[in-house]
């Protein structure tokens, strides 16, 4: 099983910002203040967010690309 299979299951096509930042071990605030500001992962991520309204959801699939986790997991059940 595959990350991006692992992650569509788990998250489903699109994550809330609470997801993401669990994916990424930091919190949800932190990870928003990184957003706001001009760096390499906000750079990444950024061309993923979608807006629904006042809503902010992350495409699963970009998130997975971006942080280039599309390689095969070993040994997870």
């Known amino acids: 099983m595959t990350t991006e299979e692992l992650l569509l299951g788990k998250f489903g096509p699109y994550m809330t910002i609470g997801q993401l930042a669990e994916i990424l071990h930091r919190s949800a605030e932190g990870l928003r203040i ?42 997870v059940a």
């Open 34 to 75: 990184t957003l706001c500001s001009e760096n390499e992962i906000s750079r990444l991520l950024k061309p993923s967010r979608v807006k629904l309204g006042r809503r902010v959801y992350f495409r699963t699939e970009q998130v997975i690309q971006a942080l280039s986790l599309g390689v095969p997991t070993v040994g």
